[in-house]
């Protein structure tokens, strides 16, 4: 049964607090935290930097960076990522659980849960995956919600994605979300003004100049903000609700029959898109969303950098509704087509 929820609107970043520390004597002024905090957390104070601890270059620092609005911060940690002088640390204070006065939907029916842990134990078997595919739900504003932990901590879209393939299940409200990019384009928020303008992925040095951030930003999809409560990642024979999306992570090679199995019926070939900008939240679980259609994602900035995926990983991200097809024509070339390749029959022998 479901209770009342509560409205999205209390399911605010602002819901969890965050205390920045800035060792004063280690900071440089350097202003980096300032520019790049995607949601203003900082202002940058007039006047030059402890000039009696930097007399060398005092007169270069435009000054000390204040924590003027850290109700907005969230925890993203870019500032201190991006310090470098090692000067911040950014302090989880707690905050409330948005859902913790409600009850949670009823569980998916045996049926459901036996499927998709056949489906789980077929690709894993056949491809050979290290990890679990990841069931993906994006739970619209006002529906039932599973009964999947909410994290005390905050992650990111794609740490939380990563963590799945590893047995963890995680819902995620807004306000446990640590990346403001992925957040807003999933849905759960309101972009970012630094985001919408392109004017971070500059300082990032991800793109080239505004027009070309800007471009980027208008053709990546994204979700009406606050049309989504919260995303729900668990490892796929663990799913506690229907998925839209499946996520493998995977090499290559593994990636590849996946793509055969999906047109091993049709010889339909993909136009996939990939760009390396968002590579979790976009391409592989709002394209397959939005479109219906498998893609593949080689990763992104982002979540190579948060997360302890292998450089020798790549991503997929299936329509559950196209999975049947997919599990079908995977039997199928494992009868002949995925072992004689294994076993390199083409390989010539050397001389
Ligand atoms: S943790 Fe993120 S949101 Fe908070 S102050 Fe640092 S950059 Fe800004
Ligand atoms: S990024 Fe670090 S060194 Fe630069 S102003 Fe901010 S706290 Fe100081």
Redesign the pocket.
């Known amino acids: 049964m479901i209770d009342q929820r509560a409205s999205s609107a209390e399911q605010t970043p602002q819901t969890v607090a ?1 205390r ?1 520390e800035i060792d004063h004597a280690a900071c440089t002024g350097c202003g980096l ?1 300032v520019a ?4 203003d ?2 202002e940058q104070a007039p006047g030059a930097l402890n000039a009696d601890q930097h007399p060398c270059c005092a007169a270069e620092r435009p000054g000390i960076p204040l924590v003027a609005a850290p109700e ?9 990522g991006q310090c470098p002088a090692q000067a ?1 640390r ?1 302090i989880n204070e707690g905050g409330c659980d948005p859902f913790a006065a409600r009850s949670v939907a009823l569980p998916l029916p045996a049926q459901k849960v036996e499927l998709y842990r056949e489906w789980s134990a077929t690709l894993r078997r056949v491809l050979g995956l290290r990890w679990s595919p990841v069931a993906i739900s994006l739970i619209p504003a006002g529906d039932p919600l599973p009964a999947v932990p909410v994290p005390s901590e905050r992650l990111r879209y794609c740490q939380s994605l990563m963590a799945a393939r590893r047995g963890r299940c995680i819902m995620l409200p807004a306000n446990r979300h640590a990346c ?1 990019d992925g957040t807003s384009i999933l849905g759960l928020t309101e972009m970012p003004a630094k985001l919408a303008s392109g004017e971070l992925y500059l300082l990032f040095h991800k793109l080239d100049s505004i027009e070309a951030a800007q471009r980027m930003v208008h053709e990546r999809p994204h979700l009406e903000p606050r049309s989504i409560d919260a995303t729900v990642v668990t490892p796929l024979e663990q799913a506690a609700t229907e998925p839209q999306v499946i996520a493998v992570i995977a090499q290559p090679e593994q990636i590849m029959w996946l793509c055969m199995s999906a047109s091993y019926y049709t010889g339909h070939r993909f136009d996939f898109h990939a760009s390396g900008y968002n590579a979790q939240c976009v391409e592989t679980t709002l394209i397959p969303y939005l479109s219906g259609e498998l893609n593949i994602s080689f990763g992104c900035y982002g979540c190579r950098a948060s997360s302890d995926v292998g450089d020798e990983l790549m991503f997929m991200g299936i329509p559950t509704d196209l999975m049947p097809t997919i599990i079908k024509g995977l039997r199928e070339l494992d009868k002949k087509a995925i072992p004689q390749s294994r076993n390199k029959i083409y390989l010539p022998p050397l001389a």
């Open positions: 965050y920045i935290c790049f905090c995607p949601v957390v900082f907005l911060c969230w925890g993203c940690e870019t500032c201190a911040i950014v403001p």
